[in-house]
C-alpha cells in the first residue's frame, strides 16, 4: 500500500486519539485488532503512530520552539497531528527524504486543512529542518538525562523502602491497629478522573514562523 495512504490511515488515528482524550498506543491497539468496517492499517501507519507515541515529547516541543505564533496546543487538531507525522518522518526515519515528508504534509493539509494551513505548515516544517542535527542531538541528551534521573529516582525509592523496613515505629504500628479495626473492606472510593482535554483550534489566520 502506497505511504501516502498509510500516512492518511495514521493521520486518521492520532486525530481520534487527539480529540478523544485517548493514549495513543491503546487507541492503535484498539484499531488493529478491531478495523472495522475500513481494511487493516497498514504497516508503515502503525509504524507512524507508534513513532509519534513514543516521541511526541519531544515533537510536540520542538514544533513549539520553531513556531513564533500558536503552540501545538493552539493549532487545529487536524494540523497538529499532521506537523507531528511528518517531524517524525524528518527526525526518526530515514528512509523519508525531508523533502517528501514536507510535500506529503502540505498535501494533507491542503485537502484537510484550512487555506492558511499550507503555508504556516511549510514554515514551520522548513525551521525544524533547518535545525534538524541539532535538534536531535539536544533530543537523545534529554533522554539520556531522563534515563539517568530515572534509575536514581528508583534507586532513592528502594533505600526509602529498605530505611522504612528497619525503623518501624509506633505510628506504623498504631496504623496496622487501625486498619484491623475497620470492617475488614478497603475502599479507595472513585479517584478514576476523565482528563479533559481543551481543543483550541485555529481561527485560520496561522502566525508567522521562525
Sequence with gaps: MARSTARKRALNTLYEADE????????????????????????????????????????????DGHSTGWKVRR??????????????????????????????ALALAKTLCDDDSPAFIHGLLSAVCADKDSIVTDGKAADASDADTSDAEASDAEDAVSAG????????VSGETEADDSSGEHTDGDESVADEIT?????GNQPAVD
Design 20 to 63: 478523544k482524550s485517548q493514549d495513543i498506543l491503546s487507541l492503535l491497539d484498539e484499531r488493529i485488532a478491531h478495523p472495522g468496517a475500513q481494511t487493516p492499517l497498514p504497516d508503515y501507519a502503525i509504524e507512524i503512530v507508534r513513532g509519534v507515541a513514543e516521541h511526541r515529547r519531544l515533537i510536540d516541543s520542538t514544533l
Design 75 to 104: 493549532m487545529g487538531v487536524v494540523d497538529r497531528n499532521i506537523l507531528r507525522i511528518a517531524v517524525w518522518e524528518i527526525l526518526f526515519n530515514d528512509e523519508v527524504p525531508d523533502k517528501v515528508a514536507i510535500d506529503e
Design 165 to 172: 523496613t528497619d525503623t518501624t515505629d509506633g505510628d506504623a
Design 199 to 203: 481543543d483550541n483550534p485555529s481561527d
